[in-house]
């Protein structure tokens, strides 16, 4: 259990062309725009928009979107993950 605590709990890396990052409410949000990449151990996620609320760590995702997680493989035309 204490194992995949540790995980959940990791950072993502992220990289994008456009990227920008406010504040409302005192979170800090990202907005990051083409060739969006997040990446994990273990994970990756390939989108065309996205907005990170990094407090609560969801993402919010729209245009082309594709998770790899291990040895499978969701895509789809949004996600909130």
Do not use: P
């Not at 990449?37 to 907005?51: C, E, M, N, P, S």
């Not at 969801?58 to 993950?81: A, H, K, R």
């Amino acid at each position: 259990m204490l194992f995949n605590l540790f995980f959940a709990q990791e950072k993502w890396n992220y990289s994008a062309e456009e990227m920008d990052q406010i504040k409302v409410d005192g979170q800090t949000i990202r907005r990051l725009k083409e060739n969006v990449r997040f990446v994990k151990i273990g994970q990756v996620i390939l989108t065309d928009h996205a907005v990170q609320y990094t407090k609560d760590d969801i993402l919010y995702m729209n245009g082309n979107t594709i998770m790899i997680n291990g040895l499978d493989t969701l895509t789809c035309d949004s996600m909130v993950y």
